[in-house]
């Protein structure tokens, strides 16, 4: 926990310079396949500071993080398996090295794919579960790659833009909320979203 407490002010630090965008990209690029800090606490944090750019930060954050995404679809692809099935070196550095990223986790979410493949993509983009295990493990089980795209794109996008236009609306006033409640508020969100779409598809 302590070098999570390291990592996350280093990360924060970004905002403080000049090199806060390109940091922003980078940190959301690594955070869709192998970083265990989100980049959610540095976007905030810029647009904080020049709230005229949100929408261009998380243009920028959403950018970062599906291109990240399809180079962790990569790593699953095609550096996941042995020739005989077994993982790789590098899979088993993953599990043993990035927190929540467990060979459990891994092999419960191949159950997870053979019935809701673009949902499980979209609650992992947006909710705060870690999106990193499930961008290798799209590649790994060899996800749709459009699906995968498209999915990525509307749960990254969904979440970052939330979350800066309630700092670019509401100002510091609600960062404390964000930081303290965004979990419960996505997880919510999620689970009414996707209640919505099961309830019209029985009606249907």
Same mark, same amino acid.
């Given at each position: ?26 940190? %959301?690029?690594?955070?869709?396949? @192998?970083?265990?800090? +989100? ?7 810029? /647009?904080? !500071?020049?709230? #005229? ?6 243009? $920028?954050?959403? /950018?970062?993080? /599906? ?12 550096? &996941?398996?042995?020739?005989?099935? !077994?993982?790789?070196?590098? %899979? ?11 060979? #459990?986790?891994?092999?419960?979410? #191949?159950?997870? *794919?053979?019935? *809701?493949?673009? &949902? ?9 579960? +870690?999106?990193? /295990? ?8 060899? $996800?749709?790659? +459009?699906?995968?795209? $498209? ?9 970052? @833009? ?5 700092? &670019?609306?509401? !100002? +510091? #006033?609600?960062?404390? @909320? ?8 996505? $997880? ?6 996707? !209640? ?5 598809? *029985?009606?249907?």
């Amino acid at each position: 926990m302590k070098l999570l407490r390291k990592l996350y002010d280093w990360v924060l630090h970004w905002a403080e310079t000049p090199y806060g965008p390109a940091a922003l990209f980078i940190l %959301a690029f690594a955070e869709a396949s @192998f970083f265990p800090v +989100p980049p959610d606490a540095l976007l905030i944090a810029l /647009v904080l !500071g020049a709230n #005229q750019k949100a929408f261009k930060f998380a243009t $920028i954050c959403l /950018v970062g993080s /599906v291109t990240g995404a399809l180079l962790g679809y990569a790593i699953g692809h095609f550096l &996941w398996w042995t020739p005989d099935g !077994g993982f790789t070196s590098l %899979a088993l550095f993953f599990f043993n090295t990035l927190p929540g990223f467990s060979e #459990q986790d891994f092999n419960a979410i #191949q159950e997870m *794919y053979s019935e *809701y493949d673009f &949902w499980i993509i979209f609650t992992a983009g947006f909710t705060p579960l +870690p999106y990193k /295990v499930f961008t290798v493990s799209s590649g790994a089980f060899k $996800i749709s790659l +459009p699906m995968f795209i $498209i999915a990525s794109i509307i749960s990254r996008g969904a979440r970052f @833009f939330l979350i800066s236009f309630f700092i &670019w609306k509401f !100002g +510091p #006033q609600i960062k404390s @909320f964000i930081e303290k409640y965004f979990n419960w508020l996505a $997880i919510i969100f999620t689970i009414l979203l996707i !209640g919505g779409f099961f309830i019209i598809n *029985y009606l249907l």
